[in-house]
């Protein structure tokens, strides 16, 4: 089966409306994320170009139909759909035009299709024949993968809502008419009138959702296109997997996620080095060839609880930075399982955040998923408790104990970070267990400390190391902490916390002869992370370890 092809439609070719007066393409938007994402590129469209144009300005509309009937009013210019919307949008009163199409698949080999997949979970004991019954998830009423094609090889009928309705047991199909068709959105997760809403205000709303609506056990059998089970990966793997295949050439990775990387054939380029504890510079223009020292792994817990110790953290809440971490994940509980013998931490703490790990499982049920479930537990910055200052917040707001890097506790206290979680924060409100059962001030990580990992690190493919690091280091002489064009932007400052880099890096630094990812994590590292290999699941891994990487 195919998918038609997704594309952009405007009021007529994007020559033409980019040869009105004004230069400028409003483009409609769905929700709150996409206007955010639409705002940037509209601020950064004016940055590069020149004030001649073109422009770019955003509209906000509650659904694409909205947004096409926008377009129809001269009220906007553009806006992405999936194909099946593209034929709507082309039939009468709209009669708009589709002008550029997404390229998917690789570089050598572009495509402006993809597949329409009906995916199930592994352990089915049913087949395409016999899901009359099932219960469905769908991304959307009118959409080519969720709903158009299945429902067209399915049920062959022009009254395909109702059919739909009969057909399976229950389903959520946003965009249905939930007071029509009430089974069409008897498994949607919106609350209220967001329930099968037409945008992401539906948790199961898109690929994503409907994905997410499977994963989550609601549904038997999720219509999507080819390319979301792989968005399923978490997120850094995925990203190895891009850079493996050619796909892309370097990112920053947790040393957990460098052994993957190493496993599957890449190799680490230049290291982060860090800050001194009270954030300030210590290296200057030595820093570059300045051997990597790692950070300390910490367990860090309020003052206020002053009967907790190492020796009693068994049922409490735990906050991890991220599974497969060094310091939220491989570290703690390689401890915990080398006393345990056990890889069931869900039932080693009572609750946690963990992100990366199972939604409907304990260790996700601290998560706050920046008040958006679709992001609950997600293991990226979509997750408020992401990272260490992330896990740090879940200490703050729900949990016992939280996993980071050290001086975590020192970067977001005493007025050193203005979010309101943190800004009223004291140093001296929390302290660091230690492995002998004692407590001891955040400041004496040197000897309170669960281990030394090794610092975070550029990972690339061998044939693009050389590369990479000299476009690195020449791109840190411009925007790096001394940089040329500092004040224009910050290579180690984010909007958010840890976005590329570490926030706390003074800057990349050459690896020595540490160029193999064994040497670059060391004997001890290693030994850890094989110590917690029974109780890490990574079909990425798995596979570069068959492949014999």
């Not at 199409?101 to 004991?125: I, L």
């Not at 309705?165 to 946003?174: E, G, L, N, R, T």
């Not at 309101?420 to 000897?447: H, I, M, N, Y």
Request: hydrophobic residues 35%.
């Amino acid at each position: 089966m195919r998918l038609a092809v997704c594309s952009v439609l405007c009021a007529g070719a994007l020559g033409l409306c980019l040869d009105v007066p004004e230069k400028t393409v409003r483009w409609c938007t769905i929700s709150s994320h996409e206007a955010n994402k639409c705002y940037s590129f509209r601020d950064n469209m004016n940055n590069v170009l020149s004030v001649e144009g073109p422009h770019v300005t955003c509209v906000e509309r509650t659904s694409y139909l909205e947004c096409i009937k926008a377009i129809v009013a001269n009220k906007a210019d553009a806006v992405t759909i999936d194909g099946g919307l593209v034929f709507e949008a082309g039939l009468a009163p709209y009669n708009l035009k589709p002008v550029v199409a997404e390229f998917y698949g690789s570089k050598d080999d572009p495509q402006t299709h993809h597949y329409v997949v009906a995916v199930v979970k592994k352990g089915s004991d049913f087949q395409l024949n016999q899901l009359q019954g099932k219960k469905s998830c769908h991304t959307g009423l009118g959409w080519s993968p969720g709903w158009n094609i299945p429902i067209g090889i399915l049920l062959p009928s022009d009254l395909v809502e109702k059919a739909a309705a009969k057909f399976f047991a229950d389903s959520c199909v946003p965009c249905a008419d939930q007071t029509a068709f009430p089974k069409l959105c008897q498994l949607c997760a919106g609350k209220g009138t967001d329930k099968c809403a037409c945008n992401s205000h539906e948790p199961y709303f898109g690929y994503s959702g409907a994905f997410k609506c499977l994963q989550d056990s609601v549904g038997d059998v999720s219509f999507v296109r080819h390319m979301t089970v792989f968005g399923g990966l978490k997120e850094n793997l995925f990203q190895i997997h891009f850079i493996q295949k050619g796909e892309a050439d370097a990112m920053s990775l947790d040393g957990g996620f460098i052994y993957t990387a190493g496993k599957c054939g890449l190799v680490p380029v230049l290291a982060e080095n860090y800050l001194s504890q009270d954030g300030k510079e210590q290296l200057g223009s030595k820093c570059v060839n300045t051997p990597v020292e790692g950070y300390y792994v910490v367990a860090v817990v309020k003052k206020s609880d002053a009967d907790l110790t190492w020796d009693s953290l068994r049922g409490k809440k735990s906050c991890h930075t991220a599974v497969g971490t060094s310091a939220g994940w491989n570290i703690p509980m390689g401890f915990i399982y080398n006393q345990t013998g056990s890889c069931k931490f869900d039932e080693f703490f009572s609750q946690s955040c963990a992100p990366g790990s199972d939604p409907a499982s304990s260790l996700c049920a601290l998560c706050n998923g920046s008040g958006t479930p679709a992001h609950t537990c997600a293991p990226n910055s979509h997750e408020g408790y992401y990272g260490s200052s992330g896990a740090l917040r879940c200490l703050v707001e729900k949990g016992d104990v939280a996993f980071v890097k050290y001086p975590t506790v020192l970067r977001n206290t005493d007025g050193k970070n203005p979010e309101a979680w943190a800004k009223d924060l004291k140093q001296e409100d929390f302290q660091l267990l230690c492995l002998d059962g004692t407590r001891k001030p955040v400041t004496e990580a040197q000897s309170c400390h669960l281990a030394i990992a090794p610092s975070h690190a550029v990972v690339s493919r061998k044939d693009k190391a050389d590369f990479v690091r000299r476009m690195l280091f020449n791109q840190q002489e411009l925007f790096g902490r001394n940089g040329f064009e500092y004040m224009m932007f910050q290579l180690f400052k984010s909007s958010s916390k840890d976005l590329l880099f570490s926030d706390d890096t003074e800057c990349l630094t050459n690896l020595q002869d540490r160029t193999t990812y064994q040497k670059y994590l060391g004997p001890e590292y290693l030994h850890a992370i094989a110590n917690m290999r029974q109780c890490l699941h990574s079909e990425l891994l798995d596979a570069c370890t068959f492949h014999g990487n």
